[in-house]
C-alpha cells in the first residue's frame, strides 16, 4: 500500500463516526475502480476510431522524429563539437541567434510530442491550446532568426531586480508584423525555389489556425460546450453522425482527423521557412554540420515531398 493509500485509509477509519452515511475505505477503493472503468471504456473506443485517420497519425511520428533530429544536430553543432565557433565569430548575429533557435526549437518538439499524444486520445481542445503556444513560438524562431533587430530587441534585458521579469513577454502581434517582413525578404532570396505564392498562403493559414486555437485559450461558452461533449464518428457499423457524446477523459471525434492536418500543414511549411532561413539567411548549410547529417537531409527532404499525401 502506498504512502498516500495508507494516510487515507488511517483518515477514513478515524473520521468514519462523524459520517452521516455509510462509508470506509472499500466503498473509497470501489468508486475509483468504477471511474477508472469508464476511462478504460474510452480508450478502447479511442483505440478502435483510431484507424480512421492512421496516415495522420503515422505523419505526425515522423514530424516528431524530423524535427527531433534537427534539434539533435543543432545541440551537436553547437554544444558537442567546436564547428560552430570555427563557422561563426561567437559575437555574430548567425551564431547568437541559431544558438538561441534550436534552443527554442526544442520546446517546439515538445509541444508536437504533446499534440500527438492529445489528439491521439481524443483531447482536441487541449490539443488547441498547446498549438497556439506552437504557432506562437515558431513564429518567434522566425523572427530572431530573419530579423537582427528584433533579435536583440527580443533579448535586451531590463533593469529589474526580480529576475524572472529581466526579459520581456511579447505579444503576437508585435511577432507576426515582424514575420510578415521578413517572409517580403524570403521571396526574393535567389535561390529560393519554393513558389512564392506559398508563403502568402502561409500567412494565410498561420491566421486563420492562431485565431481558431485562440477561441480555446479564452472562456467561450460555444467551445466550452462543444469540449464537453463531442459527435462521435460514424462508422459502417453503427450510424452515429448525429450522436454526441460526454468527453470525460478524453474521445476522438469528427473534428480530431482535421485537427491533425492542420498542425502538419503549419508544421511543413514552417518548417520549410526555416530551413530557407538557416541555409539561404545564415548560410549555415547541412554540410557544415557532422551529426546525421544525411539522415538530417532525407527528413527534410521528405517533410515538403509528403505533405501532398495529406492533403488528398
Known amino acids: 500500500m502506498t504512502r498516500l493509500s495508507t494516510a487515507i485509509r488511517q483518515k ?10 455509510y462509508y470506509n475505505y472499500d466503498t473509497f477503493q470501489e468508486r475509483n475502480k468504477a471511474i477508472q472503468e469508464h476511462f478504460k471504456h474510452f480508450k478502447f473506443i479511442n483505440d478502435y476510431y483510431k484507424k480512421n485517420f492512421a496516415l495522420e497519425r503515422e505523419y505526425f511520428r515522423f ?34 541567434s541559431i544558438n538561441d533557435y534550436w534552443k527554442i526549437f526544442t520546446i517546439i518538439t515538445n509541444n508536437y510530442i504533446v499534440l500527438n499524444d492529445l489528439l491521439s486520445n481524443g483531447k482536441d481542445y487541449q490539443a488547441k491550446v498547446i498549438f497556439r503556444n506552437t504557432i ?92 464537453s461533449h463531442v459527435q462521435m464518428i460514424e ?11 460526454h468527453n470525460l477523459g478524453g474521445i476522438v471525434s469528427t473534428e480530431t482527423k482535421q485537427n491533425f492536418k492542420n498542425v502538419i500543414i503549419y508544421d511543413s511549411i514552417s518548417y520549410m521557412l526555416i530551413l530557407i532561413l538557416l541555409i539561404e539567411k545564415h548560410k549555415l548549410f547541412f554540410a557544415k554540420l557532422d551529426k546525421d547529417v544525411n539522415h538530417l537531409t532525407v527528413l527534410s527532404k521528405f517533410n515538403w515531398d509528403l505533405l501532398g499525401q495529406i492533403l488528398r
Not at 148 to 173: H, M, R
Request: with cysteine; charged share 25%; aromatic share 14%.
Open 63 to 96: 514530424l516528431i522524429l524530423k524535427n527531433s533530429q534537427l534539434v539533435i544536430s543543432l545541440h551537436y553543432y553547437f554544444d558537442k563539437s567546436t564547428k560552430a565557433k570555427k563557422d561563426f565569430s561567437k559575437n555574430s548575429f548567425s551564431y547568437n
Open 136 to 227: 506562437e513560438l515558431t513564429e518567434l524562431c522566425v523572427c530572431i532568426l530573419g530579423n537582427e533587430e528584433f533579435y536583440n530587441f527580443f533579448k535586451k534585458e531590463n533593469a529589474v531586480e526580480d529576475l524572472k521579469n529581466i526579459f520581456q513577454t511579447l505579444k503576437f502581434n508585435t511577432i507576426k508584423k515582424s514575420t510578415q517582413k521578413i517572409i517580403v525578404e524570403v521571396k526574393e532570396m535567389p535561390n529560393n525555389n519554393m513558389p512564392k505564392v506559398i508563403w502568402d498562403e502561409y500567412l494565410q493559414i498561420r491566421q486563420e489556425f492562431y485565431e481558431d486555437s485562440s477561441r480555446y485559450i479564452h472562456s467561450n461558452f460555444l467551445n466550452l460546450m462543444l469540449g
Open 12 to 21: 477514513l477509519t478515524q473520521e468514519l463516526e462523524t459520517f452521516p452515511f
Open 235 to 245: 462508422t459502417d457499423v453503427v450510424d452515429v453522425k448525429e450522436m454526441v457524446v
